[in-house]
């Protein structure tokens, strides 16, 4: 079965290889097929998998270099371009250092210049705040993934410019009502760490965090609800 689901998505990956290619856009396909086969529905992710995959990680990363984004890209696109980015890049230098504990072990894990796209050189931190933080989006916080226990759960599928909206709004909804990362109740809550190291993206068009909190959370908060954030798991999402 895993062998003709592997058949029928080389077969989606050529099909879709050949138009990318010819509109001068990266190749998505590659790394939803590598997300497909190695991340399971809660996330967790086969790393020793991803390794056997690593000719089509190596054809992504390719793809993506030779393809930077461009002006005429819509917002979409580079949404889903550059959040693709920065999860590919974080299951790489996984990979590159296996096994770890966590990706805390990895030298320089956030700052670490190794993944070229066109003329210069990227790090985590370049993608997330010199770039993705930058298009005003907080929502992205809950679709890149820095390959730990406590981080939201990695999509077992690539952005695309056609589903990065849905992805942003649904994938945002379902973290912040999963107890496993947010505890939420009309007096109290124990919030993702998330909120609290991000807690100017979520608070910069002027509103309060318990305004974006209830445009997602099935239990609504006040001012007044206490507050507290959960301690956060280092630890492999393996």
Same mark, same amino acid.
């Given at each position: ?15 879709? #290889?050949?138009?990318? @290619? ?5 190749? %998505? ?12 529905? %809660? ?7 991803? =390794? ?5 990680? $190596? ?5 993506? #270099? ?9 917002? &979409? &696109?580079?949404?889903?371009?550059? =959040? ?26 956030? @700052? ?15 993608? &997330? ?66 909120? =609290? ?18 445009? $997602? ?14 301690? $956060? ?6």
């Amino acid at each position: 079965m895993k062998k003709q689901l592997r058949t029928l998505l080389l077969l989606s990956i050529l099909f879709y #290889s050949v138009i990318a @290619s010819s509109q001068g856009k990266p190749n %998505h396909a590659l790394w939803d097929q590598v997300l497909i086969l190695n991340v399971s529905e %809660h996330g967790k992710v086969n790393y020793k998998g991803v =390794m056997h995959d690593s000719s089509l990680m $190596y054809k992504y990363f390719t793809s993506l #270099s030779e393809n930077p984004p461009q002006e005429s890209w819509t917002k &979409e &696109e580079k949404l889903a371009y550059w =959040m693709n980015v920065y999860n590919a890049i974080t299951i790489k230098l996984v990979i590159n250092n296996y096994p770890v504990k966590t990706i805390k072990d990895i030298e320089k894990t956030w @700052s670490f210049k190794f993944f070229k796209i066109g003329d210069k050189k990227y790090s985590l931190d370049d993608v &997330e705040h010199g770039i993705l933080r930058k298009m005003k989006e907080p929502r992205i916080h809950f679709l890149i993934n820095c390959a730990a226990t406590s981080c939201p759960p990695l999509w077992n599928r690539a952005f695309t410019a056609e589903n990065v909206n849905k992805a942003l709004e649904e994938r945002t909804k379902k973290f912040l009502n999963n107890p496993k990362y947010n505890i939420i109740t009309k007096d109290a809550m124990q919030i993702s760490k998330v909120f =609290m190291w991000y807690k100017k993206d979520f608070t910069d068009n002027g509103a309060n965090l318990e305004d974006f909190i209830n445009r $997602y959370s099935s239990i609504k908060v006040t001012s007044k609800t206490k507050k507290s954030f959960k301690e $956060y798991n280092w630890s492999l999402n393996e």
